[in-house]
């Protein structure tokens, strides 16, 4: 994945749902954050229905780097000011289906993708 966004230039990168699969394993958690940490853009995880956030999920017990965001099951948004006056790449990679390239344009509301 990490090639693959790197290659493509993307500007940003949506992992949608299942990103872990079993019980809570640090190092592998490790080797995640590692991952997404090197992407150097921002990266969105909406966690799935076998990796929902809970107390003792990955996404509350790890430090998670500066440039991930992680939603929580409220409504939230995430601002990404430097995205807004341009068209987009965005890497969205769910476990369903094969990674896919978009391009994204900034929505008639101010500051919202």
Sequence with gaps: MLQICREEACDMVLLAGDLFDGAYNPETCRVVCDALR???VPVLIAPGNHDFVAPDSPYEKEVWPEN??????ELSYV????LLSKRCKVCLCATASPMRML???????PNRL
């Design 79 to 82: 601002d990404l000011p430097e």
């Design 38 to 40: 090197k992407m150097k």
């Design 68 to 73: 991930v965001h992680i939603f929580s099951p």
């Design 103 to 109: 391009t994204v344009t900034s929505a008639k509301e």
